[in-house]
Each structure stands twice: as C-alpha cells, then as structure tokens.
C-alpha cells in the first residue's frame, strides 16, 4: 500500500518508491502538512512548533493559547480569513460579498486506483502500474463550502498529483475567489526558484532566482499557458544541479491562464501555490455544483535536475501523452509555411511533397492559407471549406497525389479563431468574443472564438470533420494565435472573465477528445504561434508541440533547454529551415541546424527545391541519422551538458534504457582566435562498459567519457556542430 494511515494519529502518508509525503489533522481538525522529500518511516508532526508570534491570529476555540496559530503552521490547503495571512490557496465569496472561510477536516477516503478528472488531463496508469488515490474532505458548514483534496500516486513513477474539488453545499450562490490546485509548504530549508519565463518565439527561457521574503508571482492571464511563463516550476535547494541536491519538480496540467506564487513568511517558511489565474476570477458556485481545479504532478529527487527532468519525462510520456504515437517515432515532415506561407496551390504542395520524398522525408503538412479566403492572415478563419480555386480542385486529389508519392499528409487548423473577413463572422457575430458597445482588442487581425458555448463548438467541429472525413488524413496542426481579451458570452448570466475562460478551456479540451475519437489514427501536434500552449496538460490530447515558432538553431539550443526540464524531447516539435534565418536573420550551417532539430521530433520547413546538391545530401543523412537514433532521442534519458546561458557551448545527450547507445550533440556557441579544445563530460553511461563512435570506429571506455570528457576540436566557421552516436561495445 502507498497509502499509510493512522487512524488513531490521524495521520496520513504517501509513500512512492522513493518518496514520502505526509499530513495530519491537528488540534481544531486542521489539516496540517508536515513533509514532501526522501522515502522515511515515522511520524513526522514534530516539525510543527508553537510561538505566541503576535498578531497573528487564534482560532476561536483556542482561546488564550494564543501559541495556536494558522499564520505559522503548514498547512495542505490555506484558506484567506481564518487567521493564516500567507498567501491562501484558496478564497470564497459569499452572497454578501463577505470573503473567507475556515477549512477543517471531515473524513477521508481511499481509492484502489488514481482518480480522472471529467473533462481535463490527469496522470493516467498503465497496464501492470498501480495507482492509488487519498481524498481528505474538509468543510466549512457555516458558509456552506465543502472540499474534497485529491491525492493521486503512481508507485513507481515517484509521482504524486494533486487536484482540488469545491463544492456548494449551502442553499445560497457562492463564489470561488481562488482554488488552487495544489498548495505546498516547506517548515525548513532555503531554497531557489527555478522558472521559465519567455515571449512568442523566445519561450521558456531559464531563470533561477533565490526565495526571497515576499511573494513571487508568475502565471498567465491571456487564456493560454502563454509564452510568457510556463505552467512549471522547480523549487530547489541552493546546492542543487545537474547532478546532486534536493528539488521538486511541479507541473500543471491546464492549458489555460494559470498562477503560480511561491512566498517566504515572516518566520521563513516557504509556500508554493499552483492552480487556476485567480485575477478576475470569481467562479459562480450554484447550490450542490463543483469546481473542479485542474491536476498538478509532482516529483522530488534528491539527486539532482536530470534526475527530477528523467522522472517528469517518464511521467508525460507514459503516464500523460496518449495514443499511437506517444512515444513512437513521427513521420519526418515537410511543412509548407516557412516554404511558401500563403503564396500557393495544389501543384505546388504536390511539388513540395515530391522534392521532399525524393530526400526521405515522410509527410507533407499543409500549413494555413488552404480554406475560405485566405491569402493573407487576415480574412477566412472560422471558414473551414477547402478553397478549390487555391487548391485547383478538391483536397482528395491533392491528398491522393502526395500519398501516390509514398507520403503521409498532415493539414493545418486553427478553430478557436474568427476573422472578421469571414463568412462565420457574418453569420454569427456573437459566436467571437467582443463586449457589447466596445471596440474589441484585436490580435492577428482575429478574434477568439467564445469555445465556453457548446453550440461554437460544434458549428466549428461539424465543418472540420466534413473537411477531413473526405480525406485521408494522417497528422494535424493545431494552431492558436492570439491571446484571448474581450471575454464577454452571449449565453453567460455573470459575465465573469475567470469562469468563462476555465470553461473555454473545458472546450477546447472536448474539440480535441472528439476529434482524436472520430480520426483515432490521426495524431495531433499542438502549436500556439510556437510555444504559447506548451505545458503537459494540452499533451494529454497532443503528445506534440511546436515548440517555438523561432526554427533559428542557435536560439533554439535555449529554447530547448529550458523546455527539457520539464517536457522529453518526444513532446517538441523541431525542424530544420531556411538561412538567412527568418526569425532572426542568422546564418548556420545546414549540420548544426540539423543536429538541433534532431534534439526533439524532427522535420523540415523551407523550400527544399533552393538548396545546393552538397545541402540535399547532407539533409539524406541526416534523415538517415534520425532514423537510427530517434528510439534514443525519444525515449531515452535526456541529459543536459551545459548551460547554454552561460557555456561557451550548447551540449546535451541521451542515452536508452539499457545505456547501449547514445546520441550526443553540441554546438560551439562562440569561436575565438586560436580556440582551445573542449572537452565535454557525458553523463548516463556505463562507466563500466567500452563505446563506440558510430562514425569514426574509436572505442572510448565509458567512465573516462564520463570523469575526463569528450575532446571537442574546433572546426573553424560559424556556429560549428558535432553529433556523435555511440553503441556499446559487446
Ligand atoms: C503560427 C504557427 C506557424 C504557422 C502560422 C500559420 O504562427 O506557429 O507555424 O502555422 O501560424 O499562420
């Protein structure tokens, strides 16, 4: 059993394989939270102590044990207006307008499996793992709020999720002021935040900072996950790296704005809380309804970042990402955007197509600018009917002569978007998000869709499906291009930006499980303008994303560091495209774009007709290269090399499960005059095993890779990159 309970103590303890967690209900049936960290037998209630700290207030019943106080205890999910001033996890309004409640302890619950959430991800198990889930139901019965926290374990995947339920169980309307999915309290230790900041084609950039004393807010309030910050977060001791110390890896699994804050108290405890963007957020509770607060999964190890990054990335890719391809190897595509955008027609996607099989590559995506009127990204969204004239007949035969080729075909969709040069706007102005009598913000010449309305949803999913139930379609581009404001629904009785965005959010969700259930072998790539929508909880309906709309390799060795703390290579999309770059005008050379695009799910995104014969080559073998190594790259154990914020390279590598082989990449970020050697220590193999180097024969013993380092001689020229693939010896 992972779930431990002693009925007399009341106390409560998750063990996974090689982690604890434990809570127990204190004096006045508050429920306290005592330890997350290394698997440990015991009681661990000591850590709690009493201080008459002044100003901060008693629980009634208390009376002149003015020691008992919440402002100092930790606590598994702080409510505002019961004496605790940190930052709370969770607010309620009533009727009045009165906020605050005061959460205790009614009963628990244990189930033999870890619970689903109806209507959004959460952590799944496999055939021959075990799940577990503990709910502890707490209650306020004078202001009529009841919930239920939920505990979710997977044994062997040292993980634990979190969620939170609310319910009404007042006879009046109540409102949810905040309801964080998880709260998280540390009694002892000092600690860093690392986070994940960014803008559209500059995502997760990575950012470690001290715990300060203060609150430290990051999140989203643009309806997305957002480019600008990701839904993750380490909170690591100030020892912790690469290869050693203490860190908790938290991810939320929402696609939507969310907020994460993280507080050091007046005694310097520290509070992290993940959920739901509380800003603007007053969700309407009508007697007996619930709130359902998105999952959030947790791992901690004591060993350092690639050992927290190798337990998350387990976790999305077996336990988040669904279907056939979650961790199978993709198709390498050729995608028309960055080859021609709008400028097209049949034949010359046909074109694309034909060039691009002659290379070995296996789809042709078709990108935007196939439907309605769209020659530009200002008219046609919303306008899901092929544009035959573009097309020059109907998309089957296009279809059919990219797959006369030995192709797959992937196609381009955007359906949370209107154009107001659209027959949909027309027709239904009041399907897009616009407040009545104000002029909308706009974004991309667009407007968002209000998907809160079942029947915008459907009216966008019955003219896609008529589109795709024609063809034979194998892949889809889900694309998502502006923030989303002017949050006004037609059919809302309180307009209220947090509720209509939360079930924004639930349609979405539903448009992708319907449309995966109607095409089930068609595989979904996620994209919002790049990386805007990449966190784990949209990979439970796209095991694939984007991951920036910058293609730029040098940039991108950022980008894809700072993702791959969080996300497995498996989940970005990379590809390789044109120079001069057209994100950032710089030129590399088509061996160190390659060997970055491999470093993730790999494809091509340029006029593959432009390029010099010495370039074709060099792009056969690269997709002979991807084809050995991507079992490796995807499902293998990801390990960053360097820092490439700091390096004077970029390096990472994989190494597979039984560390037979590994795919090692690097890229000299600045070259000098007379450059010295660098020698790069590889990490994850068998010290005790000899390896190969695939290209040129030499056996290298794999403790001395991993204690003295690889040598890495300068090739002169910009930007120089190294690939080396290495099988062990028998
Ligand atoms: C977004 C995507 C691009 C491309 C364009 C098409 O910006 O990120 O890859 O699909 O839309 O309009």
New binding site residues.
Partial sequence: MAILINEEKKLFTLNTKNTTYQMKVIDYGYLAHLYYGKKMDGDMSYVITHYDRGFSGNPYEAQEHREFSLDNIPLEYSCYGNGDFRTPAFNIKDIEGIHGCDLRYVSYEVMDSKYSLKGLPAAYTNDGEKGETLKIVLQDPQVGVEVDLLYGIIEDKDLITRSAIVRNISDADIFVAKASSMSLDFVTGDYDLIHFHGRHAMERMYEREAINHGVKKIGSTRGTSSHQHSPFVVIAGKDANEDAGDCYGISFLYSGSFNCEVEKDQTDQVRLNMGVQDEMFEYVLYPESEFVAPEVVMVYSPDGFADMSHKMHDVVRYNICRGEYKTKRRPILI?S?EAVYFDFNGDDIVNIAKQASELGVEMLVL??GWFGVRND?KSGLGDWFVNEDKMGGPMADVVKRVKDLGMKFGI?I?PEMVSEKSELFKEHPDYAFVIPGRKPVMGRSQLNLDFSRKEVVNCIFDQMTAVLDKIDVDYI?M?M?RSILNVYSMTEGIQNNGTILYKYVLGVYDFMERLQARYPKMFIEG????GGRFDAGMMYYTPQI?CS?NTDAVDRIRIQYGTSFAYPLSTMGAHVSAVPNHQTGRVTDMNTRGVVAMTGAFGYELDLGKLSEEDKTAVREQIKTYHEAAPVILKGDYYRLSNPFEAEYGAWMSVDEEKKHAVVGAVLLNTHGNHPVFYIRLRGLAPERSYRDKKTGVVYSGAALMELGMPFTIVPGNYPSYQILLDAVE
């Fill in positions: 995608n955007w990108d935007d990204d381009w955007e581009k694309d291009n994209c919002s303008g790049g984007w709309d």
